[in-house]
């Protein structure tokens, strides 16, 4: 069983910084990538950013600059800060927990429960 429970979503305005956290537990030996992903209101869910677990990173163009990912090996757990937000930004945020080794040496994917973050003028 692998879990993960998301915090740090909430309402803010335009400029404003928010930081999200994913605290993933459970029968984990180790976990690849941890990720963020986002949507909104009648869209597809969208890669944000991902962070391996050797710290390579990738963004969406549209955070670049902005939102910075990272994570906590030892707590097996992935941040997302979030400055100078936009409008556009509002959406469920997601962690994903993609290749997680299990202690029985299977391979799971995981996405969490989701987030809301409200970015309003």
């Known amino acids: 069983q692998v879990h993960a429970v998301e915090s740090g979503g909430g309402l803010v305005q335009p400029g404003g910084s928010l930081r999200l956290s994913c605290a993933a537990s459970?029968?984990?030996?180790?976990?690849?990538?941890m990720g963020w992903y986002r949507q909104a209101p009648g869209k597809q869910r969208d890669m944000v950013a991902t962070i391996t677990n050797d710290g390579t990173i990738n963004y969406a163009d549209s955070v670049q600059g902005r939102f910075t990912i990272s994570r906590d090996n030892a707590k097996n757990t992935v941040y997302l800060q979030m400055n100078s937000l936009k409008p556009e930004d509002t959406a469920v945020y997601y962690c994903?927990?993609?290749?997680?080794?299990?202690?029985?040496?299977?391979?799971?994917?995981?996405w969490g429960q989701g987030t809301q973050v409200t970015v309003f003028s």
């Open positions: 994903k927990l993609d290749r997680v080794l299990t202690i029985t040496w299977t391979w799971v994917n995981y």
């Open positions: 459970g029968s984990i030996r180790t976990i690849t990538v």
